[in-house]
């Protein structure tokens, strides 16, 4: 589902930062080869997210739901020179692809890869988190909210994509349509939690900005 027209749409893309000709790529390769292109990030909210990243000088990165790294990578472009981004998908098939690209960056030494499940993979990891970006199961998104949020400081900033699905959350609610329910209930919790301050930005598919207190 679009929210804007495709001549809004063309017209933010003309004039935000252009696309890096890497992610151009890896955008054309992805829509070739890997099932769903549509659940790449994209060259706006691509930029988005570079911006952010730029802007917090994150030291440390979680990102949850890897796809084919695009996310990953725009994320990288603020991590700081000593800083790492741990990235984790439960497809091992895609790990080549990402791979692929993250040592065509300039940011590939500080790109960890992580396959599997991360409820289990996230408590592992000794380190606390600047910036988390939650994009994976979307019916798993209050577990991995919180298993992040016990990785973050005050200050910490974790945005979670795709919360406005496809306009679903305020249409009638199919009996059966479980993912749309978690949702709708991950959007009220994060409004109402005391331990974040929080706003939901109409970006592509929704982004939920929260900020740790």
């Known amino acids: 589902m679009h929210f804007l027209s495709s001549d809004i749409e063309e017209y933010i893309q003309e004039h935000s930062e252009n696309e890096p000709e890497l992610l151009q790529a890896l955008s054309r390769e992805t829509h070739l080869k890997v099932i769903q292109p549509r659940m790449i990030t994209g060259h706006f909210q691509g930029r988005v997210l570079s911006?952010?990243?730029?802007?917090?000088?994150?030291?440390?990165?979680?990102?949850?739901?890897?796809?084919?790294?695009?996310?990953?990578?725009?994320?990288?472009?603020?991590?700081?020179?000593?800083?790492?981004?741990?990235?984790?998908?439960?497809?091992e098939e895609l790990g080549s692809i990402q791979r692929k690209y993250f040592d065509q960056s300039t940011f590939?030494?500080?790109?960890?890869?992580?396959?599997?499940?991360?409820?289990?993979?996230?408590?592992?990891?000794?380190?606390?988190?600047?910036?988390?970006?939650?994009?994976?199961?979307?019916?798993?998104?209050?577990?991995?909210?919180?298993?992040?949020?016990?990785?973050?400081?005050?200050?910490?900033?974790?945005?979670?994509?795709?919360?406005?699905?496809?306009?679903k959350v305020v249409e009638p609610v199919k009996e059966k349509d479980k993912t749309t329910k978690v949702l709708l209930e991950y959007n009220r919790m994060l409004k109402n939690d005391p331990r974040v301050e929080t706003v939901l930005l109409p970006i592509r598919d929704g982004l939920t900005l929260s900020r740790v207190r």
């Open 108 to 167: 590939g030494p500080q790109i960890v890869q992580h396959t599997g499940d991360a409820l289990k993979i996230i408590p592992t990891l000794d380190m606390t988190f600047d910036l988390v970006f939650i994009d994976a199961e979307k019916k798993d998104y209050p577990k991995y909210y919180e298993a992040a949020l016990e990785k973050t400081t005050s200050g910490s900033i974790i945005l979670s994509d795709n919360v406005l699905w496809s306009g």
């Open 51 to 91: 911006l952010l990243s730029k802007i917090i000088r994150p030291i440390n990165i979680l990102e949850i739901g890897t796809y084919t790294g695009y996310s990953a990578l725009c994320l990288a472009e603020g991590l700081r020179k000593d800083g790492q981004l741990h990235t984790i998908d439960i497809n």
